[in-house]
């Protein structure tokens, strides 16, 4: 059974930078896609930012120029860092990835941005 765990996320103060790790158990292949989405209550979930199997990576406008995101294929492991945080990051961020048509998610883990 394929799991996705993250960890990483916490309070920070704004301005400050963290780095969220997601670890994947369980898989005998390669996603195709990983990313991370983020959620607010009562807004739908968005796509923060991706890397493609060959490294290709796309981010969200919001987050574009402070972000990076990369992965470890032969651990199936994701990285997304973030600088100067601000309180509009503030936010429940999942790990996501895909093989072929079939999506994975992580539970969660909680970033606040606050002083």
């Known amino acids: 059974q394929v799991q996705l765990v993250e960890s990483g996320g916490g309070l920070v103060q704004p301005g400050g930078s963290l780095t969220l790790s997601c670890a994947a158990s369980?898989?005998?292949?390669?996603?195709?896609?990983m990313a991370w989405y983020r959620q607010v209550p009562g807004k739908q979930r968005e796509l923060v930012a991706e890397?493609?199997?060959?490294?290709?990576?796309n981010y969200a406008d919001s987050v574009k120029g402070r972000s990076t995101m990369s992965r470890d294929n032969a651990k199936g492991t994701s990285y997304l860092q973030i600088h100067n945080l601000k309180p509009e990051d503030t936010a429940v961020y999942y790990c996501?990835?895909?093989?072929?048509?079939?999506?994975?998610w992580g539970q969660g883990t909680q970033v606040t941005v606050s002083s």
């Open positions: 369980g898989i005998i292949f390669t996603f195709d896609v």
């Open positions: 996501n990835a895909y093989y072929g048509s079939v999506a994975y």
């Open positions: 890397v493609t199997r060959g490294g290709t990576t």
